[in-house]
Nanobody
Framework: VQLQASGGGLVQTGGSLRLSCAAS????????MGWFRQAPGKERETVAT????????YYADSVKGRFTISRDNAKKTVYLQMNSLKPDDTAVYYC????????????WGQGTLVTVSS
């Protein structure tokens, strides 16, 4: 499975961005897709996850009510709609995939940088 993340950029506080993660190769309906982020000097954190069946399974407390994860199975793409962005959201965002039977994400896309200016 290959994952291609895009959509990052520079935005002002309160603005919005939509990240996309396009999957190619041998994808599976049993995969869980996740968005992660890592800010400078901080550990990577899970932002949101979703199964290919479309059930959001997790949102980090810090993004609940502001971010929405969704997927388009026909396009094999997962999205992360980010609203009401804050400077603390500044990070490199990564998408990843794992089989639902596994705990570790085995497939990772390249990161896309999101910078929120104050």
């Amino acid at each position: 499975v290959q994952l291609q993340a895009s959509g990052g950029g520079l935005v002002q506080t309160g603005g919005s961005l939509r990240l996309s993660c396009a999957a190619s190769g041998r994808t599976s309906s049993t995969y869980v897709m996740g968005w992660f982020r890592q800010a400078p000097g901080k550990e990577r954190e899970t932002v949101a996850t979703i199964t290919w069946s479309g059930n959001p399974t997790y949102y980090a407390d810090s993004v609940k009510g502001r971010f929405t994860i969704s997927r388009d199975n026909a396009k094999k793409t997962v999205y992360l709609q980010m609203n009401s962005l804050k400077p603390d959201d500044t990070a490199v965002y990564y998408c990843a995939a794992r089989n639902i039977e596994r705990t570790a994400y085995g497939y990772w896309g390249q990161g896309t940088l999101v910078t929120v200016s104050s």
